[in-house]
Every structure is written in C-alpha cells, then in structure tokens.
C-alpha cells in the first residue's frame, strides 16, 4: 500500500481558494501540489522551474482534482516530458469535470439535500436532518477525494484506463435512480402532510394545490423557479400594499 | 439535421456539454474535430473518460470530418460536433459544409496574446479574423456557454478589445 | 455583538461554497439552522432555510457559469428575520425575509464574480508567480473570500433587518394564508428537483415507486 501524501490530500480541500477566470482552477492546483514538488526538487532553481509549469490553465471538479494531482506527482516523479505532462492535464480535465458534475452537483448533492428534506417533512428535529445530511454527503466527498488520490498515484499517464474500470462509473446511474426516488418520497409527503417546518396544517384545497405546484415544477423545472421567484416577489409587494392600503 | 450543436470549447466534452447542453439536447454521439487528437490514443482515452454510457465519443481529423459531415447530417443519430480552437472550426467552415449552420463559442480561455472578451471567451487577433472569415462563410457565431446564458454575436466578439 | 457573529458565520459560509473546504455547510438549510443556532431559534432559522433550500436545489454550480450565492444570502436573511422579530413563526416577515434572500442571492453572486476577477489579478497576471508568492497570494484569496462572505452576510442582515422592521408592520394577508402560500411554493420548488434526475423510463419508474412508499410512509405515521 502506497504513502498518502498528506500535506497534498490537506491542502486539495483548497485547490479552488484562488479560482479566477484566467487559468480556472489552474494556480489551486499548483498550491496543492507544491509540497510533493518540494520533495522531489531540493534545489530551489528547478522547484522555480516546476512550479511555474503548473500555474497554467486547470479545471476538475474539486473532489475529483486529487485524481489528476495523484497522476501528476507520479508522472513528475518519473521523470515525465513537461508536454507530455501538460498534454495530460489538459486532457483529463474536462472528464474530471464532466465526471464531478453529474456525479456529485447533479447526482449525490441533491440526492443528500432531498434526503434531509425528507426527514424534515416527516417531522424530524432539526439537528437529526443536518447532522445526518452532513455526515452522509461527507462520507462520500472524504472516500471520493482519497480514492482518487490513490488511483492517480497508482495510474499516473494511464489513470483513464483505471478510471473507466471503476466503480464511479456504474454509480452515476444509481444515484440518479436513487435521486428521483428521494424526490418522489418528498413530494409526496408535502402534498400529504404540508410543510412541519413552517408549522402549517394543510386545509382542504392544499392536497390540489400542492399537486399542481409540484408537477408545474417538475414539468417547468428552471422556468418554473424563475416564476416562483416572480410569485413570491409579487406576494411580498401585494401583502405589503394592502397593508398600506387599508 | 442531425448535427444537434457545433461548439468551439477547449475544454472538449466537459460538465457545460455533458450535462448543460446534452441535457437538453439529449445526443448519443460526440464528434471531437481535431488533428492532433485523431492520431493520439492516449489523449483520446483520457478525454473520452467522462463521457456518460449512452453516449459514444469519436475523434476524427478535419479531413475525415469533411468528407463525413453530409453522412452525419443526415444520419438519425444526435451528435455533438466539437473543436477545442477556433482555427480548427473555421477551417471546417472554409470548406463551405458548415453553411448556413450556427456555430457555438463556448470556452477560450485565457491565454498568451488573447484578451478577455466575455468571461469564457479570450481571444487574440488571428482568432478574431477567424472568427469574421465564418461568418463570410455563411456561418453564424454566436457565444453562449450554457442554453439558458445570452447569446453574443460576432461583431460584439471582434469588437472587444 | 450578533451581527459580529453573523460575519464570521458568513464568512464561513461565503467560503465553504467554493474555496475551502466544501462541505455543504453552504447550504441554505444548514445555513439557516446554524444562524437560528446563533440566535438561540433553530425551528425559526430551519423555517427559512427550508424554504432557500427548496428554491436553490435546481441551481448546479457548472463550469464557469455564474450562479447565485444561496449561503450567505440565507445567514443574511435569516439574521434579518430574527433579528427583527420576536420569538414564535411571523409569516409575514418569514416571506418577506424570503424574498429578500432571493434578491440578495445575486448580489452575492456579483461579489463572487468581482472575487474571482480579483483572483486573477493578483494570481495570473505578469507571468508565472514563485513558489512562495503564490503560496501566500492563494491563502490571501481565501481570505479574502472569507471576509467577502462575511461582508455579503452582515451588509445583507443589516440591510435586510432595517427593511423588515419597516416594511413587517404592513403585513396584511392573515398567518394561515401567507403560510400556505409558502408551503405551496415550497411544494413547487421541490417538484424542480425531479428533472435534475434525468427524464428516463429509471427515472420515471423510481420517481413513482418514491411517491408510493411516502403515500405508506404518510399513512403508517399516521
């Protein structure tokens, strides 16, 4: 088994502190991993060298940058062509992007998210549904961001191959599967039930209502959170001129 | 026409194209433009690492792509077509097949010679000529880095400096 | 001496939803518990984060694409809301302190894009940096983040509290109304989670068999 890096698996919980238009995620991936550069070059002449050639243009999902930064200590501990390694990066990170993406943003939050939701809709205390949303959301951002340091270091100019053997692949499925099953369990408990957290017992009309805004959402999506937006905004100035009014 | 989106993007088959345009557009094929690329497994590998099952990437030459573009077009696949410069896309559309087509700017970043123009678009002088010679192509250009985001055209990309 | 906290819990906030290190606390629900914490009302602060979260879940952060800041849009309003009223649920101000968050959301997301612009400034302009410069201008943006997510929370509470305490007073629709109409919206805004997870048959089938067990769920709570 393989040394973890700790002082880059620490820092990559940073690697979009300086995110910027110019270079994307490019001078984050440079800081985190400076440490492993510094083991490998004592003379601080070819440090210079090394660390300037990884300041340039980077992107990934952030849990999935340990990948490439794994691949990239290996390669640069072989001794890799600086083009080659640039090459690299340049190739792997939009996969990385992509991969992150629909896996964690479109796929695991939300999932999480809806997960906590349930729970509050079924009356639990507060404390049960954040603390369980951020322990089960952490869990998998902790392994996601280890795994991937390790298959990097394992896999350096041939991480892709690993990559798509992995289990990652099969699990963006699943979460989507378990994603709108989650979504499904909350709609149906706000139509039943109402709202706990706003303490509201729901009248006769709400159950027809409420099934109507929730299909009008999941039909409409982001056209529908515009109009919800405008329909709350309208509300606020409708509830106040009428108390201006009278 | 099956040719759903033609996309400038550097950063290839990405989240923006995955999920914010295949979202939408729902394509089973990506066609990657590009010399340097076709002739290299080991790259191709590593960009084709993010491309969800249900969709096949491919990566073919500027050449091969001219020759196969009415083949596509008129296939009942959806495809993606995606070149990560400027140049590449324009030389396709000097070969006059991409007439009449709109052209997606969706990613240039910032690089030696190249200004900010938008906040995913840098570009230098030889781009912003490209740029004019496909839309005298017949091409229209318009930026845009996700379906919702406002659309910029070509004389609003060249005139910024 | 609550506002000073409401900045340093935006702070955190303001950071963690990009910068360092990501884990969610940015989200509105746990933003606006851990500020209802702050102010010693939980059910209040969850009340309104709840309703932030529902509207935020469509949201996704994708490539360089500019997206509101839902976190310390939440500690702001919540801080606002509870700040300028007193204990037990106000409808009204709870949806107006709503509408604030929503309109306060792109402010942030303005100083977020300003952020990075200032990122790339201090970072990529004038050539590669050495090793200790960057080391010290990367940890300095995070800082800087930090103190921007503070700014955008206590601005936000103050100027949101300032509001409320004018504008509550107006309030004319009756408690249950104005409650139902946030839950409505609420409802709405959790439908949009659904095509987040794709439109397939899997997604159809799964999305059916999760409406059957809530129905079970509801009836055997019951």
Same mark, same amino acid.
Request: no cysteine; proline share 4%.
């Given at each position: 088994m &393989?040394r973890l ?7 990559a919980?940073a690697v979009?502190?300086s995110?910027n238009?110019?270079? =994307?995620?490019?001078t984050?991936?440079a800081?985190?991993i400076l440490p492993?550069?510094?083991?490998l070059?004592?003379?601080p002449a070819?440090?210079?060298?090394a $660390?300037?050639?990884?300041e340039g243009?980077f992107?990934?999902?952030p ?5 490439? =930064?794994?691949?990239v $200590?290996?390669?640069? #501990?072989? /001794?890799?062509?600086p083009?080659? $390694? #640039? ?5 792997l990170?939009g996969?990385?992007?992509?991969l992150g993406d629909?896996l $964690?943003?479109?796929?695991w939050?939300?999932l999480c998210?809806l ?5 509050l809709l079924m009356g ?5 549904a954040i603390v369980s949303?951020l322990l089960l959301y ?6 996601l &961001? ?6 990097g270091l ?5 991480v892709a191959e690993r990559?798509? /053997? ?5 699990l963006q499925?699943r ?6 099953f989650?979504?499904g369990?909350a709609l149906?408990l706000?139509?039943l039930?109402?709202v ?9 009309l709400?159950i027809p209502m409420?099934? =109507? ?6 039909r409409?999506?982001e056209?529908?959170r515009?109009f919800?937006?405008?329909a709350?905004?309208?509300t606020?100035v409708?509830?106040?001129?009428a108390g201006?009014?009278? | ?9 550097e950063?290839?088959?990405?989240g ?6 295949g ?10 433009v590009d010399d340097d690329l076709?002739a290299?497994t080991?790259?191709q590998e ?6 969800p ?8 030459s ?9 083949e596509?077009?008129?296939s009942r ?6 070149? %990560?410069?400027?140049?590449?896309m324009?030389r396709?559309?000097a070969?006059g097949c991409?007439r009449?087509?709109?052209v ?6 910032h690089?030696p010679?190249?200004s900010?123009?938008?906040?995913y678009?840098f570009l230098n002088d030889?781009e912003? %000529?490209?740029?004019?010679?496909m839309?005298?192509?017949?091409v ?11 659309g910029v ?5 060249? %005139?910024t400096r | 001496?609550s506002?000073l ?7 955190f906030?303001g950071?963690d939803a990009?910068?360092?290190p +990501?884990i ?5 629900v ?7 914490v702050l102010?010693g009302?939980p059910?209040e602060?969850?009340a309104?984060g709840?309703?932030? @979260?529902?509207?935020?879940? *469509? *949201? !996704?952060?994708?490539g360089a694409?500019r997206?509101?800041e839902?976190?310390t849009a939440?500690?702001?309003?919540a801080?606002a809301y509870?700040a300028?009223?007193p204990p037990?649920l106000q409808a ?7 509408t604030?968050a929503l309109g306060?959301?792109?402010?942030g997301g303005?100083?977020v894009?300003? +952020?990075r +612009?200032i990122n790339g ?6 050539g590669? !940096?050495?090793? @200790?410069v960057? @080391?010290?201008?990367? !940890?300095g ?6 103190v921007r997510?503070g700014l955008?929370?206590? *601005? ?9 305490r004018?504008?509550a007073p107006?309030w004319?629709?009756?408690?249950p109304l104005t ?5 409505i919206?609420?409802a709405?805004?959790l439908g949009t989670?659904v095509?987040?997870f794709?439109a397939?048959?899997?997604a159809?089938?799964?999305? *059916?068999?999760g409406v059957?067990?809530?129905?079970? !769920?509801?009836l055997?709570?019951?």
């Open positions: &393989m890096p700790w002082p880059v698996m620490v820092r919980f979009q502190g995110w238009y110019e270079t =994307l995620m490019g984050g991936f800081f985190v492993a550069l510094r083991r070059h004592t003379d070819a440090l210079h060298e $660390i300037r050639r990884h243009t992107n990934s999902h849990y999935l940058a340990p990948l490439a =930064l794994g691949a $200590i290996r390669m640069e #501990e072989e /001794g890799e062509d083009a080659v $390694i #640039e090459r690299f990066k340049a190739a990170r996969s990385l992007g992509t629909q $964690i943003w479109a796929g939050r939300p998210v997960a906590a939701l349930v729970l639990a205390p507060w404390w049960v949303f952490n869990v998998l951002h902790l392994v &961001m280890v795994w991937g340091l390790r298959l394992a896999g350096g100019r041939s990559l798509r /053997g992995s289990a990652l692949r099969r499925p979460l989507m599967a378990a994603g709108s989650v979504a369990v149906a706000v139509v039930r109402g706990p957290t706003l303490d509201m017992r729901p009248g006769h709400w409420a099934v =109507l805004a929730a299909a009008a959402g999941a409409w999506g056209r529908a515009r919800g937006v405008a709350v905004a309208v606020a409708a509830g106040l001129l201006v009014v009278t | 026409m099956s040719i759903l989106l033609y996309r400038v993007d950063r290839l088959i990405h923006q194209v995955v999920v914010g345009w979202g939408r557009l729902n394509p089973s094929r990506i066609i990657v076709a290299s080991w790259e590593l960009y084709a690492a993010g491309v099952s249900g969709i096949e990437a491919e990566f073919r500027v050449a091969d792509a001219v020759d196969g573009l009415p596509w077009e008129g696949d959806r495809a993606l077509l995606l070149t %990560r410069d400027i140049g590449t324009s396709l559309a070969s991409l009449g087509r709109e997606n700017i969706g990613g240039i970043h690089g010679g190249r900010q123009v938008l906040h678009v030889a912003r %000529r490209q740029l004019e010679e839309a005298r192509n017949g229209e250009v318009v930026a845009r880095d996700l379906p919702n985001a406002r055209g070509v004389e609003e990309l060249v %005139r | 001496m506002w906290a409401t900045g340093l819990l935006g702070g906030v950071l990009t910068s360092f +990501q969610m606390i940015s989200r509105p746990v933003a606006g518990v851990l500020t209802g102010f009302r059910a602060g969850l309104l709840f309703l932030v @979260e529902a509207f935020s879940l *469509i *949201i !996704l952060p994708i694409a997206y509101p839902s976190g939440t500690v702001a309003a801080a509870l300028a009223t037990g009204g101000a709870l949806l107006l302190a709503l604030f306060w959301e792109r402010i303005q100083t894009v300003l +952020q +612009q400034r201090r970072l990529t302009r004038g590669p !940096l050495a090793a @200790e960057l @080391e010290r201008r990367h !940890l943006a995070m800082t800087l983040d930090f997510g955008v929370a206590a *601005i936000g509470g103050l100027a949101g509290y300032g509001l409320l004018v504008l107006f004319s629709l009756p408690h409650l139902a109409i946030l839950g919206a609420a709405g805004m989670a095509p987040l794709g397939g048959r899997s159809r089938v799964s999305l *059916i068999a059957l067990v809530g129905v079970v !769920l509801v055997a709570v019951r």
